[in-house]
């Protein structure tokens, strides 16, 4: 909470500002969906992954639904890690698409999201009214697994 509480910008996120007394794990959460990375026994960031379909029938795709790093140990490769983690994580699970979402404005998780092999599918145009601009939601996602599917 303190690392989103740090983070929190319009750029990285279109939700409000957490509030006093709010959890970071709700109710039914699995705290196994949080990969946390640590820097000399300190988290340093982390990463949420999640189910975007109750469906069986879109069991095999897992979401990234926060990644986040301290702003003291950004731009040393915590994040790069913390996205590979949760690819093999989703790789592990049987996952075969990886998706998120990101803010058309968030040029360093975007430079990010793209080199780990992660493709534009398609743009929500001006999705979100963010410090009274209108800004575009983008939806990417990344091939994961490794069994041969031609559908996908
Ligand atoms: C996005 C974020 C997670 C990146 O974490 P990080 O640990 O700093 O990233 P890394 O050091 O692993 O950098 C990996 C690559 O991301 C890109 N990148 C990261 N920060 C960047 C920045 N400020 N400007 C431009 N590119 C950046 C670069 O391509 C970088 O590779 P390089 O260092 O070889 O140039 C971090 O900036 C953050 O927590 N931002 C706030 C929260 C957020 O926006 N989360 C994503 C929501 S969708």
Same mark, same amino acid.
């Given at each position: 909470?303190?690392?989103?509480?740090?983070?929190? +910008?319009?750029? +990285?996120?279109?939700?409000?500002?957490?509030?006093?007394?709010?959890?970071?794990?709700?109710? &039914?959460?699995?705290?196994? &969906?949080?990969?946390?990375?640590?820097?000399?026994?300190?988290?340093?960031?982390?990463?949420?992954?999640?189910?975007?379909?109750?469906?069986?029938?879109?069991?095999?795709?897992?979401?990234?639904?926060?990644?986040?790093?301290?702003?003291?140990?950004?731009?040393?490769?915590?994040?790069?890690?913390?996205?590979?983690?949760?690819?093999?994580?989703?790789?592990?699970?049987?996952?075969?698409?990886?998706?998120?979402?990101?803010?058309?404005?968030?040029?360093?998780?975007?430079?990010?999201?793209? +080199?780990?092999?992660?493709?534009?599918?398609?743009?929500?145009?001006?999705?979100?009214?963010? &410090?009274?601009?209108?800004?575009?939601?983008?939806?990417?996602?990344?091939?994961?697994?490794?069994?041969?599917?031609?559908?996908?």
């Amino acid at each position: 909470m303190a690392i989103d509480d740090a983070t929190w +910008s319009g750029l +990285s996120t279109p939700a409000a500002r957490w509030t006093p007394g709010r959890r970071f794990f709700k109710p &039914d959460a699995d705290p196994g &969906d949080v990969l946390v990375a640590e820097v000399a026994g300190v988290v340093a960031g982390y990463v949420k992954l999640g189910t975007p379909s109750p469906l069986a029938s879109g069991s095999h795709v897992l979401e990234i639904q926060a990644l986040a790093v301290a702003p003291a140990q950004q731009r040393r490769g915590v994040g790069r890690d913390l996205l590979a983690a949760a690819i093999e994580a989703a790789t592990e699970r049987g996952a075969r698409r990886l998706t998120l979402r990101v803010l058309a404005t968030n040029a360093a998780a975007r430079r990010l999201y793209s +080199s780990m092999g992660f493709e534009v599918e398609g743009v929500l145009r001006g999705e979100f009214l963010i &410090d009274g601009s209108y800004v575009d939601d983008v939806l990417m996602a990344a091939r994961v697994g490794d069994r041969p599917n031609r559908a996908l």
